[in-house]
Protein backbone atom coordinates (compact mmCIF):
# COMPACT_ATOMS: atom_id res chain seq x y z
CA UNK A 1 0.00 0.00 0.00
CA UNK A 2 1.35 3.16 -0.50
CA UNK A 3 2.52 5.38 2.21
CA UNK A 4 3.23 9.43 2.77
CA UNK A 5 7.48 10.12 2.86
CA UNK A 6 8.15 10.23 6.60
CA UNK A 7 11.00 12.86 8.02
CA UNK A 8 11.99 13.04 11.43
CA UNK A 9 13.21 16.29 12.41
CA UNK A 10 14.69 17.14 16.01
CA UNK A 11 16.59 18.62 18.06
CA UNK A 12 19.03 16.79 20.32
CA UNK A 13 21.96 17.89 22.96
CA UNK A 14 25.20 16.01 22.51
CA UNK A 15 24.87 13.50 24.44
CA UNK A 16 21.38 12.73 22.11
CA UNK A 17 18.59 13.95 24.55
CA UNK A 18 15.84 15.72 22.85
CA UNK A 19 14.51 16.86 26.40
CA UNK A 20 15.84 17.05 29.73
CA UNK A 21 14.77 15.12 32.94
CA UNK A 22 12.35 17.74 34.12
CA UNK A 23 11.03 18.16 30.16
CA UNK A 24 13.03 21.24 29.20
CA UNK A 25 13.13 20.57 25.14
CA UNK A 26 14.43 24.34 23.99
CA UNK A 27 16.99 23.20 21.90
CA UNK A 28 17.03 25.07 18.81
CA UNK A 29 19.25 28.47 17.62
CA UNK A 30 16.67 30.60 16.09
CA UNK A 31 18.19 29.83 12.54
CA UNK A 32 17.13 25.91 13.05
CA UNK A 33 13.70 26.94 14.79
CA UNK A 34 13.18 28.54 11.09
CA UNK A 35 14.86 25.71 9.40
CA UNK A 36 11.99 23.60 11.01
CA UNK A 37 9.77 25.82 10.08
CA UNK A 38 10.85 25.48 6.11
CA UNK A 39 10.00 21.91 6.90
CA UNK A 40 6.62 22.02 8.71
CA UNK A 41 5.38 24.64 5.13
CA UNK A 42 6.85 21.90 2.83
CA UNK A 43 4.97 19.09 4.18
CA UNK A 44 0.87 18.38 3.76
CA UNK A 45 0.85 16.51 7.75
CA UNK A 46 2.89 17.28 11.24
CA UNK A 47 2.89 14.63 13.33
CA UNK A 48 3.60 14.13 17.38
CA UNK A 49 3.40 12.09 20.41
CA UNK A 50 0.78 12.30 23.37
CA UNK A 51 3.94 13.00 25.45
CA UNK A 52 4.77 16.08 23.74
CA UNK A 53 1.80 17.48 23.29
CA UNK A 54 1.59 17.24 26.73
CA UNK A 55 4.96 18.24 28.19
CA UNK A 56 5.47 21.43 25.21
CA UNK A 57 1.62 22.27 24.07
CA UNK A 58 2.64 22.75 20.91
CA UNK A 59 0.93 25.17 18.18
CA UNK A 60 2.92 22.95 14.70
CA UNK A 61 2.20 26.14 12.47
CA UNK A 62 4.62 27.05 10.22
CA UNK A 63 4.43 30.71 11.73
CA UNK A 64 8.15 31.61 10.75
CA UNK A 65 8.14 31.14 7.28
CA UNK A 66 5.65 32.46 3.93
CA UNK A 67 3.55 29.10 4.26
CA UNK A 68 0.57 28.62 1.22
CA UNK A 69 -1.23 26.07 4.07
CA UNK A 70 -1.08 25.11 7.45
CA UNK A 71 -0.40 21.19 7.08
CA UNK A 72 -2.76 18.76 9.17
CA UNK A 73 -2.25 18.03 12.78
CA UNK A 74 -2.08 14.39 13.79
CA UNK A 75 -1.63 13.51 17.22
CA UNK A 76 -0.74 9.53 18.18
CA UNK A 77 -2.51 9.41 21.75
CA UNK A 78 -3.48 5.61 22.52
CA UNK A 79 -5.80 6.75 25.22
CA UNK A 80 -6.68 10.30 24.60
CA UNK A 81 -4.22 11.55 27.34
CA UNK A 82 -4.01 15.26 25.68
CA UNK A 83 -6.24 17.52 27.58
CA UNK A 84 -8.96 19.47 26.36
CA UNK A 85 -7.15 23.25 26.76
CA UNK A 86 -4.04 21.62 24.11
CA UNK A 87 -3.03 24.45 21.48
CA UNK A 88 -3.39 22.11 18.72
CA UNK A 89 -7.38 21.73 20.15
CA UNK A 90 -8.22 25.08 20.97
CA UNK A 91 -5.89 27.32 17.67
CA UNK A 92 -7.82 26.82 14.45
CA UNK A 93 -5.64 27.55 12.50
CA UNK A 94 -4.82 23.91 11.25
CA UNK A 95 -7.33 20.67 11.16
CA UNK A 96 -6.23 18.46 13.61
CA UNK A 97 -6.85 14.52 13.86
CA UNK A 98 -6.24 12.80 17.28
CA UNK A 99 -5.17 8.87 16.43
CA UNK A 100 -6.09 6.95 19.21
CA UNK A 101 -7.41 2.79 20.20
CA UNK A 102 -10.62 1.85 21.95
CA UNK A 103 -8.90 2.09 25.11
CA UNK A 104 -9.51 5.85 25.17
CA UNK A 105 -12.68 7.20 26.99
CA UNK A 106 -15.96 7.58 24.55
CA UNK A 107 -17.24 10.93 26.34
CA UNK A 108 -13.73 12.58 25.63
CA UNK A 109 -13.61 11.40 22.18
CA UNK A 110 -17.53 13.07 21.81
CA UNK A 111 -16.18 16.12 23.23
CA UNK A 112 -13.17 16.53 21.33
CA UNK A 113 -15.26 16.17 17.94
CA UNK A 114 -17.75 18.11 19.15
CA UNK A 115 -14.68 20.61 19.40
CA UNK A 116 -13.91 20.25 15.63
CA UNK A 117 -11.32 17.73 16.30
CA UNK A 118 -11.21 14.95 13.84
CA UNK A 119 -10.99 11.33 16.15
CA UNK A 120 -9.70 8.04 14.36
CA UNK A 121 -9.79 4.95 16.59
CA UNK A 122 -7.47 2.54 15.21
CA UNK A 123 -6.25 -0.36 17.00
CA UNK A 124 -7.16 -2.10 20.08
CA UNK A 125 -4.36 -1.43 22.17
CA UNK A 126 -1.97 0.35 20.17
CA UNK A 127 -2.23 2.38 16.82
CA UNK A 128 -0.60 1.10 14.10
CA UNK A 129 0.94 3.70 12.94
CA UNK A 130 1.44 2.20 8.93
CA UNK A 131 -2.20 1.96 8.70
CA UNK A 132 -2.60 5.49 9.77
CA UNK A 133 0.03 7.14 7.20
CA UNK A 134 -1.94 4.47 4.60
CA UNK A 135 -5.13 6.45 5.87
CA UNK A 136 -3.91 9.74 5.66
CA UNK A 137 -1.97 9.23 1.95
CA UNK A 138 -5.75 7.82 0.73
CA UNK A 139 -8.09 9.52 2.53
CA UNK A 140 -6.64 13.16 2.88
CA UNK A 141 -3.75 12.92 -0.37
CA UNK A 142 -0.84 13.12 2.52
CA UNK A 143 2.08 12.93 0.44
CA UNK A 144 4.48 14.12 3.38
CA UNK A 145 4.56 13.86 6.85
CA UNK A 146 7.25 15.53 9.37
CA UNK A 147 7.72 13.95 12.49
CA UNK A 148 8.42 16.08 14.98
CA UNK A 149 8.79 13.30 18.35
CA UNK A 150 9.13 12.95 20.69
CA UNK A 151 11.43 9.72 21.67
CA UNK A 152 8.65 7.23 22.11
CA UNK A 153 7.01 8.21 18.72
CA UNK A 154 10.22 8.00 16.69
CA UNK A 155 11.29 4.93 17.90
CA UNK A 156 8.26 3.03 16.48
CA UNK A 157 8.21 4.87 13.11
CA UNK A 158 12.29 3.19 12.98
CA UNK A 159 11.14 0.25 14.31
CA UNK A 160 8.54 -0.26 11.89
CA UNK A 161 10.54 1.10 9.25
CA UNK A 162 8.35 3.55 8.02
CA UNK A 163 10.24 6.83 8.55
CA UNK A 164 12.06 7.50 5.30
CA UNK A 165 14.85 10.26 6.77
CA UNK A 166 15.99 11.89 9.80
CA UNK A 167 17.30 15.76 9.99
CA UNK A 168 18.77 16.01 13.52
CA UNK A 169 20.41 18.73 15.05
CA UNK A 170 23.22 18.77 17.18
CA UNK A 171 22.92 21.40 19.78
CA UNK A 172 25.68 22.31 22.11
CA UNK A 173 24.31 20.87 25.15
CA UNK A 174 24.61 18.23 27.66
CA UNK A 175 21.73 16.93 29.59
CA UNK A 176 23.00 13.82 31.13
CA UNK A 177 19.47 12.35 31.41
CA UNK A 178 15.94 12.53 30.07
CA UNK A 179 14.53 11.51 26.65
CA UNK A 180 16.80 9.85 23.54
CA UNK A 181 16.21 11.09 20.17
CA UNK A 182 14.94 7.32 19.60
CA UNK A 183 13.72 6.13 22.87
CA UNK A 184 12.92 2.53 22.92
CA UNK A 185 13.41 -1.41 23.45
CA UNK A 186 16.19 -0.47 21.65
CA UNK A 187 18.20 -2.80 19.47
CA UNK A 188 21.27 -5.36 20.67
CA UNK A 189 23.93 -4.38 18.32
CA UNK A 190 24.88 -2.19 14.80
CA UNK A 191 23.26 -5.53 12.80
CA UNK A 192 19.73 -4.97 13.90
CA UNK A 193 18.97 -1.44 13.37
CA UNK A 194 18.55 0.84 10.11
CA UNK A 195 21.19 1.63 7.34
CA UNK A 196 21.69 5.31 7.45
CA UNK A 197 23.14 6.98 4.59
CA UNK A 198 24.64 10.34 5.24
CA UNK A 199 22.75 12.47 2.65
CA UNK A 200 24.08 15.57 4.37
CA UNK A 201 26.44 17.63 7.15
CA UNK A 202 26.07 21.28 7.88
CA UNK A 203 27.07 23.61 10.03
CA UNK A 204 24.48 26.24 11.43
CA UNK A 205 24.30 29.66 10.73
CA UNK A 206 25.23 30.36 14.29
CA UNK A 207 28.35 28.54 14.50
CA UNK A 208 27.42 26.13 17.25
CA UNK A 209 24.84 23.32 16.03
CA UNK A 210 25.55 20.63 13.46
CA UNK A 211 22.58 19.82 10.98
CA UNK A 212 22.67 15.81 10.28
CA UNK A 213 20.54 14.94 7.55
CA UNK A 214 20.81 10.79 6.93
CA UNK A 215 18.21 8.72 4.57
CA UNK A 216 17.06 5.13 5.99
CA UNK A 217 17.68 2.49 3.19
CA UNK A 218 14.95 0.53 2.61
CA UNK A 219 14.60 -3.75 2.49
N1 LIG B 1 14.07 18.69 21.10
C1 LIG B 1 13.20 18.24 20.22
O1 LIG B 1 13.43 18.30 19.01
C2 LIG B 1 11.91 17.63 20.67
C3 LIG B 1 11.70 17.33 22.01
N2 LIG B 1 10.53 16.71 22.40
C4 LIG B 1 10.39 16.35 23.81
O2 LIG B 1 10.19 14.94 23.91
C5 LIG B 1 9.41 14.66 25.06
C6 LIG B 1 8.29 13.69 24.71
O3 LIG B 1 8.83 12.51 24.19
P1 LIG B 1 8.30 11.08 24.68
O4 LIG B 1 8.13 11.09 26.15
O5 LIG B 1 9.17 10.06 24.09
O6 LIG B 1 6.83 10.99 24.10
P2 LIG B 1 6.11 11.04 22.69
O7 LIG B 1 5.81 12.45 22.36
O8 LIG B 1 6.79 10.19 21.70
O9 LIG B 1 4.71 10.39 23.10
C7 LIG B 1 4.67 9.04 23.51
C8 LIG B 1 3.25 8.63 23.78
O10 LIG B 1 2.47 8.73 22.59
C9 LIG B 1 1.55 7.68 22.53
N3 LIG B 1 1.89 6.81 21.39
C10 LIG B 1 3.01 6.82 20.62
N4 LIG B 1 2.94 5.84 19.70
C11 LIG B 1 1.76 5.20 19.91
C12 LIG B 1 1.11 4.09 19.28
N5 LIG B 1 1.66 3.44 18.25
N6 LIG B 1 -0.10 3.72 19.75
C13 LIG B 1 -0.67 4.36 20.78
N7 LIG B 1 -0.12 5.42 21.42
C14 LIG B 1 1.08 5.81 20.97
C15 LIG B 1 1.73 6.86 23.79
O11 LIG B 1 0.78 7.29 24.72
P3 LIG B 1 0.18 6.22 25.82
O12 LIG B 1 1.34 5.84 26.66
O13 LIG B 1 -0.88 6.98 26.54
O14 LIG B 1 -0.36 5.06 25.05
C16 LIG B 1 3.15 7.19 24.22
O15 LIG B 1 3.37 7.08 25.60
C17 LIG B 1 8.86 16.00 25.57
O16 LIG B 1 9.57 16.36 26.75
C18 LIG B 1 9.18 16.97 24.46
O17 LIG B 1 9.49 18.25 24.96
C19 LIG B 1 9.57 16.39 21.50
C20 LIG B 1 9.73 16.70 20.18
C21 LIG B 1 10.92 17.31 19.65
N1 LIG C 1 13.39 20.82 15.87
C1 LIG C 1 13.07 21.15 17.15
N2 LIG C 1 13.98 21.81 17.91
C2 LIG C 1 13.69 22.09 19.20
O1 LIG C 1 14.62 22.70 19.94
C3 LIG C 1 12.46 21.77 19.74
N3 LIG C 1 12.17 22.08 21.04
C4 LIG C 1 11.52 21.13 18.89
N4 LIG C 1 10.31 20.82 19.39
C5 LIG C 1 9.18 20.51 18.57
O2 LIG C 1 8.49 21.71 18.23
C6 LIG C 1 7.26 21.74 18.93
C7 LIG C 1 6.90 23.16 19.36
O3 LIG C 1 6.21 23.72 18.30
P1 LIG C 1 5.56 25.20 18.32
O4 LIG C 1 6.71 26.15 18.31
O5 LIG C 1 4.75 25.35 19.56
O6 LIG C 1 4.77 25.26 17.07
C8 LIG C 1 7.46 20.79 20.08
O7 LIG C 1 6.29 20.27 20.62
C9 LIG C 1 8.24 19.70 19.40
O8 LIG C 1 7.46 18.89 18.57
N5 LIG C 1 11.85 20.82 17.62
Not at 42 to 63: E, F
Not at 86 to 101: L, S, W
Request: hydrophobic share 40%.
Amino acid sequence: MPKPYVIIVSAASIDGRIASKTGYSRLSCPFDLRRLHEVRASVDAIMVGANTVINDDPSLTPRYVKAIKNPIRVIIDGKLRIPLTAKVITNKEAPTIIVTTEQSDRNKTAQLMNMGVEVWVMGKERVNLRDVLEKLFTEKGVKRVLVEGGGHLNWELIKEEIADEIRLTISPYVFGAGTSFIEGEGYPTTMEGPRLRLKSVNICECGQEVVLDYTIEKG
